[in-house]
């Protein structure tokens, strides 16, 4: 297939903000594709991606690398380029306009799908010394044989910032609308689909299954060495109000300060997934070798809670205290050694061969507990009551706050599990507190002693339904980060994750892709005109990066409204 097909695919796409449209014009496009050998790959470069999102493919190009290669491409100085760069902020535009101006190219070769995917599946391979010179090389090639289209869009892709809104919910449907006929849809059919991307996390798989129909679709199953989209939990306003959605009895469990991991033990090969599907087993030796000797199976997936405790004192320490061990690549040995870890199980949803997803609550604890051989500060598993009285919940509530712990959950004992849903089948419970998860969107440069480092940032939630991807401002914060990085989050650290992603410069201030996403700590909420949410936090202060966190794990401008009415009361 022609690359540059593709590229007027992502042309319409970016056309219209209309989700309905987008899933049309996907719909038809995927039609065509249905018999084209590569079609899995068609469906991950739709995506942006170069990989299955199962994969942790990451192409390791720079946008400084990217200007490199364009300026070799467009025969223009770097300066040039990052001139053109400064005054649009989209470096894929820029492309095309450069490639635009180029002397063309006799004899260049008409750029096919299949270069694009195996050129760009080369440059994760590139090691060792003259590693810049040889994506270079690849780049610049690709762009010097490209039309000013295709480069907009080469450059985007190596930068992942497409800008063309092909969400999940998007491909899915249009994938539904590809693949069956109107006598054939039904909402069985859509929520197998959603299933199926559910367990593979792969888009490209699921087409090639939906391709060959239903019954295809009905053999995915959860494999083993695969991430997969852990449940998710709704909150609940009481005790009551946790019993009147999961109902009496039910399990009530510690609901720890960690992060979410799920482990995949496949005999002595370990993985372990982040709630965003990062493959952390690098960073995480210890967690390997627990899984190794702790759980009992050939074959298993657990869900849990990784949680960081002082080696000294043994007491245990709070989410942003071991956050960083996520992201680190270097000096594994000694970060683990000063800041260990404890895999806290609360769930089995595959053993041996055997997926329980389907399984109640109750039977896959129990099969867990049989699994698991536990050991203080290595591997255990989250407490545990199972109650229909309320003042027994209150008393377990109360000894989980003490030990430090974030609250509890309240458990469905007969619910399945459901990845990536939000649904009533478990919530949390824990005291009412003043913060929410938002997107930073905007930054400015500080003066004087802050000079040179990012210093003030605007945050913004989502929108929420029907405005899928839309962000609105809430607010600024400047407080809560240090001057010295010893003492906790700094304005340098903060400035070093910032920096890379700057779209735009307007004087001091920058706009940033929204990447980061910031756990807020506000005293109140107003209503404001100054901000395109309609609200503003009052005295809000960073308290600490959420890396374990996607932008669409935001809160929402639901979340907002609901707790400015809370607060009016």
Partial sequence: MKYSELCGIYSRLESTTKKLEKTEIIAKFLKGIKRERNRRDIIYLLQGNVFPESEAGVLGVSEQ???????????????????????GGDLGEVAEDIIAHRKKIAGGRELTVENIITNFRKLPGFEGKGTVEKKLSLITGLLSEATPEEAKYIVRTLLSDMR??????????????????????????KALLQRAYDL??????????????????KEVSLMPGKPIKVMLFPKADSIEDAFRIVGKPAAFEYKYDGFRVIISKNKENITIYTRRLEEVSRQFPDLVKYAKKYIKAETAIVDGEAIGYDPETKKYMPFQDISQRIKRIYNIEKIEKELPVELVLFDLIYIDGESLLEKPFIERRKRLERTVKTE??????????????????????????ETG?????????????KPGARIGYAVKLKPEADEFDLVITKAEY??????????????SCLAGKGREGELLEVGKV?????EKSELGLSFEEMTKLLKPLIEKEEGREVIVKPKIVAMVQYQNIQKSPTYSSGYALRFPRIKVIRPDKKVEDANTLKDIERE???HRR
């Fill in 564 to 566: 400015y009415e809370k």
């Fill in 446 to 459: 500080g003066t004087g002693k802050r000079g040179g480092w990012l210093t003030s940032y605007s945050v």
């Fill in 65 to 87: 690398l990217t200007v490199k290669a364009l300026a070799l491409a467009g025969g223009l100085s770097k300066e040039e380029v990052v001139k053109k760069w400064k005054a």
């Fill in 376 to 401: 203080k500060y290595r591997v255990s598993l989250a407490k545990q009551i199972i109650t229909s009285d309320e003042k027994e919940v209150e008393k377990f509530y109360g000894e989980a706050l």
């Fill in 164 to 189: 063309v809104g092909v969400k999940g919910g998007i491909l899915r449907d249009a994938i539904f609308d590809s693949c069956f006929t109107n006598d054939e849809k039904t909402k069985e059919d």
């Fill in 200 to 217: 593979t996390i792969d888009f490209g798989l699921v087409f090639d299954y939906a391709c060959e129909g239903v019954s295809k679709l």
């Fill in 405 to 417: 712990e974030e609250g509890v959950m309240a458990k469905n004992l007969d619910s399945p599990y």
């Fill in 478 to 482: 400047s407080t809560g980060l240090k």
